[in-house]
């Protein structure tokens, strides 16, 4: 830590540390043909709603995304409710991926966990690829409103990534949206463009007064890939932005060059300048465990009684018994673990 850090680290990784996990999945693929989640689930974002706890989470077929919801009394039993956010019609931006990543919501991360409305309706950001397949083509980044957030309503792109700078012009990712001094800030990883072999991703952010004109920010990305040998060396993704005490957190995961992804935590005075803890937060867990080859993309949530719940996306290693769709079927789920 340098000496112009304006927060302790080693105090603040320990308030958000969550080294319990539960070990199974609390969402899982429906392996059901025909399902939108029949191949794999993913990217949960968790919040308070009506007395619950409410889930957004993308679901893969085989075609492309789109966005489920699932309720729960006790943040481990979670009942699937349907899709919220489909695909649209042809030649739509969402003819093929719809992909309900973030809502506004309350910024403390020991808070509520309540939504935030914007004129009178909730706020969200979408991210949806051009092409069928998984993850297929340069992804653009939107923003999404709804009376209830069960039906969503999808507005024009604000981010591609043909305007961006080189590090994201191979297409944009999860973004993170957050509102801060009556300014909202939209966190988002991208990739740069290779012709072949492995890419690199790293955060990044845009920032918008009236939500309607956006600005990346001059630093980026403002989260880079670590050294190499570091657990973030190739990707530096999913940005997940709280408060905490006198400082912000941003929960993100590491891709690594042994090919396994891990989560991770960076902390700010300032939204813009980010020092990473350098070990992961959650790393992988053992050889036939649900999170053997990624534990990946943060939502965190504090239960009333202040236990702090990390949701993420854990993936097996891949089998014939993981795998009982086929070669587009992988064993992809959500998990969760948990502080103190």
């Given amino acids: ?135 297929e083509g340069p992804a653009v980044i939107g923003l999404c409103t709804s009376d209830d957030l069960r039906h969503w309503e999808i507005e024009p792109p604000i981010l591609r990534a043909e305007d961006g700078a080189a590090w994201e012009r191979g297409g944009l990712y999860k973004s993170w949206l957050m509102r801060h001094d009556d300014r909202y800030y939209l966190f988002y990883n991208a990739k740069n463009e290779v012709p072949h072999g492995q890419w690199r991703e790293q955060t990044g952010l845009a920032v918008s007064d009236d939500l309607r004109h956006w600005e990346r920010y001059s630093g980026n990305p403002l989260l880079p890939n670590g050294p190499a040998g570091s657990f973030d060396e190739l990707f530096a993704s999913d940005p997940c932005v709280f408060r905490c005490d006198d400082a912000w957190v941003m ?37 036939d465990a649900i999170d053997a080859r990624y534990a990946h993309k943060p939502s965190l949530i504090a239960s009333a009684d202040c236990r702090l719940h990390h949701f993420y996306c854990a993936v097996r290693q891949p089998g014939p018994a993981n795998t009982p769709l086929g070669n587009l079927s992988e064993p992809r789920g959500i998990t969760v673990a948990f502080s103190d």
């Fill in 1 to 135: 830590m340098s000496s112009s850090t304006p927060f302790s680290l080693s105090s603040l990784v320990e308030k958000v540390r969550t080294p319990h996990r539960l070990g199974r999945l609390v969402l899982a693929p429906s392996y059901q043909p025909g399902d939108f989640d029949s191949h794999g689930v993913d990217v949960p974002f968790v919040y308070r709603h009506a007395g619950q706890y409410w889930m957004t989470y993308v679901g893969f077929d085989g075609r492309g995304y789109q966005t489920g919801l699932a309720v729960s009394d006790d943040l481990l039993t979670w009942a699937k409710q349907g899709v919220v956010l489909g695909r649209g019609p042809a030649g739509s931006v969402t003819e093929h991926n719809a992909a309900l990543t973030c809502i506004l919501r309350d910024n403390d991360l020991f808070g509520t966990g309540e939504l935030i409305k914007v004129n009178g309706r909730y706020l969200g950001t979408y991210h949806a690829y051009p092409k069928p397949g998984y993850e």
């Fill in 251 to 287: 929960f993100y995961f590491g891709l690594a060059a042994d090919n396994h992804a891990r989560e991770g935590v960076a902390f700010s005075h300032d939204l813009l300048h980010w020092h990473k803890h350098d070990a992961p937060l959650i790393d992988v867990g053992d050889a």
